[in-house]
């Protein structure tokens, strides 16, 4: 009897070790997935439940801490590993406020302290995770928080911007110089007494401003902001939760959180929308990042020889076509949009993405808000595991749903390659470029006038509808459209550079699609030519407001540009038949200068027809007009809808460097 007890007792302590041993699996592939969503921490005031995946590690810690750093432990507790992968406890008492780290042991070793991947909040520079009750970090009114009105998406202008840069010089009239709340200070002035920030943003006219990566970065210091730092943001640390250096008090972490709401918020009351640029594609760290210190190798590729792969050229890029990689990238979006009020992201290096992953994203945002707007680099930095046929590559925005891509075509055909320095382009006298630009102006759509041979990068129209194309002339990225064409055309007088800069934004202003706008390059924006300033000084990335007094003529221009594009339906189709149907472009023998009509009221625009007409040349240049009678609207020096000049069944010479655009009387 004791003999068959004690093999029973072996038997239970036996199955009880077999429960225990870490699961192995023969791929990634295999890995469980975890449907639910509360990974992470759920907080009520008697205790606080947290949560962490990680299939294959051994044993699993929850470190609780009084503040975000230094030494003020509360205790450790032990995870219970539960099914599909995940570790839980639950601690009980008010944890609110409080710091936590999850640690993982893997292969008898225990690996770093690191803060939960779905963490809400951190404290300074990202190192823990806090417990946050986020209804007390809401501003007065944001219940009733409402966004701007959104018909069409090519009714979009999108206003990309650093949010340091707007406020950081002495000439700003800001007082929260780089903060959140600097961004959103109305009545600020520069010297001259013209608004700045908050209020020239929205006299310029555009709907939507794209914040360079403002959620929390890495190479930032946080507990030396009185020392110069900076960096555009593209080294994720914590997907979820805002840039810490931006708020006026990173060591506590709600005050970011209710800051970037505030931002948010006022925006919206000044008709601007917000999009967030998103890194997805590769985290700032590699061995040490979040991700592989609590789940080894999970959320990255993996190349041939089994290391990591590197589309992104920044060490590493991540496997968005694995399960919970695609689950963290959905809920990750879902969140901001539905706790920060965004309106639409912006993919970096988004053909690292999977199409299929993609399109996920664009269908559950949607589900939440039709007017989100989705849209990434159509690229990546370096070749993929993935099959080409499975990215979001330009080539493959066709097959992405409600998502539009940048048009490299459009740009460097308007004023040369972006990595040829000297190269020039249309709007710099350079010859073979007007099948790129016409490409750009139909919205990377097919088109029956479009030599496709002839286009420099893309033989094949790649979008299947004009919002899926994002056209644009300079970013954040290389040199500033002006710094661009001052190496460009080093024998070009100041004044032939600015009509240069104008006839270039004037070609993106009138294209059909989305135009994108580099923050400042309505006062000519400069880097004194430094091409990659991803973390140089504020002397070369901040906006120098003293420049909107030198180029105020040029601001006005373009501000009646973007006024005559939101006029104009005519200049915002919303399909590629209505542009097949409406633009005609016109022949004319000559490499300098490009041509079309928008007719018949295109688009139920008040406007029968209207001409553009392109003239890169260094040299005036004598056309004919159709038949008709014909008003000039703009002449590269102002616009006025009213009228500047009429002509009537006849020639019209368009001075060298220039846009005109007439209408039909």
Request: charged fraction near 25%; charge should be negative.
């Amino acid at each position: 009897m004791k003999s068959k007890l004690f093999l029973s007792f072996i038997a239970i302590v036996m199955l009880n070790m077999a429960c225990e041993t870490t699961p192995t699996y023969e791929s990634y592939n295999d890995y469980p997935v975890y449907e639910g969503n509360d990974l992470g921490f759920t907080y009520s005031p008697e205790q606080t439940q947290f949560k962490l995946w990680s299939p294959v590690a051994s044993a699993a810690k929850l470190h609780l801490y009084e503040k975000g750093d230094g030494d003020n432990k509360i205790k450790s507790v032990d995870l219970k590993r539960g099914e599909n992968g995940v570790w839980s406890a639950n601690v009980k008492g008010d944890q609110k406020n409080k710091y936590y780290t999850f640690q993982v042991e893997q292969n008898g070793q225990w690996l770093q302290e690191k803060p939960d991947l779905y963490a809400q909040a951190v404290g300074v520079n990202g190192q823990r995770a806090m417990v946050v009750e986020l209804s007390e970090t809401n501003p007065e009114g944001w219940e009733t928080d409402t966004k701007p009105a959104l018909e069409n998406f090519t009714d979009i202008i999108l206003y990309e911007l650093q949010i340091r840069d707007m406020s950081i010089h002495e000439s700003s009239g800001i007082t929260n110089k780089g903060k959140y709340l600097g961004l959103i200070e109305t009545g600020t002035k520069n010297p001259s007494g013209l608004s700045t920030g908050l209020d020239h943003i929205k006299d310029l006219g555009v709907t939507h401003v794209h914040l360079l990566p403002t959620f929390d970065n890495r190479s930032i210091d946080e507990t030396r902001l009185d020392v110069p730092q900076y960096n555009w943001g593209y080294d994720p640390l914590n997907y979820n939760v805002p840039e810490g250096s931006f708020s006026t008090d990173p060591f506590d972490g709600r005050t970011r959180i209710k800051e970037f709401k505030e931002m948010v918020q006022t925006m919206h009351k000044n008709g601007l929308r917000v999009i967030l640029d998103v890194v997805y594609n590769h985290t700032g760290q590699t061995e040490d990042s979040n991700f592989q210190q609590l789940v080894p190798f999970y959320y990255y590729r993996q190349n041939a020889e089994g290391g990591f792969s590197d589309a992104a050229a920044c060490g590493n890029e991540t496997a968005s076509e694995r399960e919970m990689m695609r689950k963290y990238m959905i809920e990750s979006v879902i969140y901001w949009v539905k706790e920060y009020h965004l309106d639409g992201f912006r993919f970096d290096l988004m053909g690292i993405h999977d199409i299929e992953t993609m399109n996920q994203i664009s269908a559950e945002l949607h589900k939440i808000d039709p007017s989100i707007f989705i849209y990434g680099e159509g690229w990546t930095a370096g070749s993929s595991p993935l099959p080409m046929e499975q990215q979001a590559l330009k080539a493959n925005t066709y097959k992405l749903n409600k998502i539009a891509a940048f048009s490299d075509d459009m740009r460097d055909g308007l004023k040369g390659s972006v990595f040829e320095e000297k190269e020039g382009g249309f709007a710099s006298n350079r010859k073979g470029l007007k099948e790129s630009v016409k490409f750009g102006i139909v919205a990377s759509t097919e088109h029956p006038q479009v030599d496709y041979e002839a286009v420099n990068y893309s033989k094949a129209p790649w979008a299947a509808e004009p919002y899926q194309t994002i056209n644009y002339v300079s970013c954040h990225d290389n040199n500033t459209l002006y710094d661009k064409l001052k190496l460009s055309n080093e024998e070009a007088s100041e004044e032939e550079i600015v009509k240069m800069h104008k006839l270039a934004q004037t070609v993106v202003l009138t294209s059909q699609g989305v135009p994108f706008l580099h923050a400042g390059m309505e006062m000519l924006r400069t880097k004194n030519g430094v091409e990659n300033s991803y973390n140089s000084s504020d002397e070369i990335n901040q906006i120098d407001w003293n420049r909107k007094t030198t180029y105020k003529s040029e601001f006005d221009y373009y501000q009646g540009m973007i006024a005559l594009r939101k006029n104009h339906p005519a200049f915002r189709m919303m399909s590629k038949d209505l542009i097949q149907k409406h633009l005609e472009f016109i022949d004319i023998m000559d490499e300098s200068v490009l041509a079309y009509r928008i007719k018949d009221n295109a688009n139920g625009d008040d406007w029968k027809e209207i001409l553009v007409l392109l003239n890169g040349s260094n040299m005036n240049k004598t056309i004919d007009l159709p038949k008709g009678n014909f008003t000039l609207i703009a002449d590269g020096q102002k616009v006025d809808e009213s009228c500047i000049r009429s002509y009537k069944n006849g020639v019209i010479t368009i001075p060298a460097y220039t846009a005109f655009i007439l209408k039909a009387n």
